[in-house]
């Protein structure tokens, strides 16, 4: 078993669309979860970091993390063409040097 | 601007023959990583480096070295490179040290390497 799991989709969506992206995760002692996007011929960037459970927002983008069920959310509000791109869920233990990626999932968002 | 930076950015090469990938960052970072990207695997860590002169195995080090003698420096280097090291490398530097807990990793654009 993956230590973290994510569908790689695709996921297609019309503009203005709400987006789930989900990511399930084995190992209970992660503590610290991340979200990267990926654009086409690029590297990741990171889009939010949260610490243990609960949510997080910026902007149009909510982070949930549910550690009971071991499983991390992103959400988009008004989902947008240019928000098109893979998004990696990421996570690792407090004080642990290694950070596990999941697959990533590619979202496509149509005008 | 604060970047990671990575040369070459695209890389044919033959089977055996030595090559090195360069990675540097000017955000005074301790930490810098290496990944591999594949089609349905994910991102890999190749190697890590908390600090000058300590460097550590990720979850996919064979055939692959790293050396950290300054800080904003950590290239990657095959020694033999064979057809299955075909990829997409990523560097990246974090905040991370003993004592920040900042995990976030900011990457490089990438390098595109063939060997055939």
């Known amino acids: 078993q993956k230590e973290v799991e994510q569908d790689p989709g695709p996921l297609s969506v019309p503009e203005g669309a709400i987006v789930s992206l989900n990511c399930t995760y084995s190992?209970?002692?992660?503590?610290?979860f991340m979200w990267y996007r990926q654009y086409s011929r690029k590297g990741p960037e990171l889009l939010m970091y949260t610490y243990s459970s609960g949510n997080k927002e910026d902007g149009r983008f909510t982070a949930q993390v549910d550690k009971s069920s071991k499983y991390i959310s992103l959400f988009i509000r008004d989902s947008q063409p240019s928000d098109s791109a893979t998004y990696l869920c990421a996570t690792r233990n407090t004080g642990g040097f290694k950070t596990i990626f999941g697959a990533g999932t590619r979202l496509f968002v149509k005008a | 601007e604060a970047q990671v930076t990575q040369n070459p950015r695209y890389l044919i090469t033959v089977t055996g023959k030595k090559l090195t990938v360069t990675c540097s960052q000017n955000?005074?970072?301790?930490?810098m990583s290496w990944y591999r990207q594949d089609p349905g695997l994910g991102l890999r860590q190749i190697y890590y480096?908390?600090?000058?002169?300590?460097?550590d195995k990720g979850d996919v080090p064979e055939g692959y070295k790293v050396s950290r003698k300054e800080k904003r420096n950590f290239p990657l280097i095959l020694e033999s490179p064979s057809p299955n090291q075909t990829s997409l490398y990523f560097c990246a530097s974090s905040p991370y040290s003993v004592r920040s807990a900042r995990y976030e990793q900011y990457f490089g654009p990438g390098t595109r390497l063939t060997v055939t």
């Open positions: 955000m005074n970072h301790e930490y």
């Open positions: 480096s908390m600090n000058v002169e300590v460097t």
């Open positions: 190992n209970s002692a992660f503590q610290y």
